[in-house]
């Protein structure tokens, strides 16, 4: 009996002034939707921007210097496999039209180094991406150098070896272009061995 007249004392009464029972609850129920929508992730505006089309192009288009320049690499490799350099038939033309340009190799590395890397008016993601396939075409130089200074002739273990290097840095320049352009067409960053580091502290 004691514990009925002290839940019936607890309870509160119904008046105009007070037409809920339990005010209390109402705040509580208030609170806790607060609570539920701050812990909802809220999604910006920068992850549902992708990498613009413009700087897609760009970088993909950078990667083709390098590209080019390393296709004299390649002979020793179309010598012992013909039926490879059929693939690269297709590029022919662009290669031709490459080559009758005087000094365009030159051309388009000050053209892509001082006018894409060097202008801050282009995004990081396209300076990143034109500066290292600028390190790549330097590096491309190297191999040339050292055969003009070693030369090794046209027989004997000398000129195995520079056919070896020369296919190895050919296989590893079209890894780099394939690796680059796919990336850069996704809008992804591409990191390519022994180039990206440097291209990082240029840019």
Do not use: E
Not at 26 to 42: D, E, M
Not at 107 to 114: K, Q, W
Not at 161 to 173: I, L, Q, R
Request: glycine share 6%; aromatic share 14%; with cysteine.
């Amino acid at each position: 009996m004691a514990s009925l007249c002290y839940s019936l004392h607890l309870t509160p009464k119904l008046s105009p002034l007070n037409p809920k029972p339990f005010p209390n609850l109402t705040f509580l129920n208030q609170s806790k939707s607060k609570v539920r929508l701050a812990r909802r992730p809220t999604i910006t505006r920068m992850s549902l921007n992708p990498t613009p089309a413009t700087d897609r192009l760009i970088s993909t288009a950078a990667y083709t210097l390098p590209f080019f320049n390393s296709l004299q690499y390649g002979r020793y490799l179309f010598i012992q496999y013909p039926r490879l350099g059929t693939l690269f038939d297709p590029l022919v033309p662009l290669l031709s039209l490459y080559k009758s340009v005087p000094y365009a190799s030159f051309v388009a590395f000050f053209a892509l180094y001082l006018g894409v890397v060097r202008n801050p008016s282009f995004s990081h993601y396209v300076r990143f991406n034109s500066m290292q396939a600028v390190t790549l075409d330097v590096l491309l130089v190297v191999p040339l150098l050292l055969t003009r200074i070693l030369n090794p002739g046209r027989a004997g273990w000398g000129y195995r070896v520079m056919a070896w290097g020369h296919t190895g840095v050919f296989v590893f320049s079209c890894l780099c272009f394939v690796y680059g352009v796919v990336w850069s067409i996704l809008g992804r960053t591409p990191y390519l061995p022994f180039v990206a580091d440097a291209a990082g502290r240029q840019v």
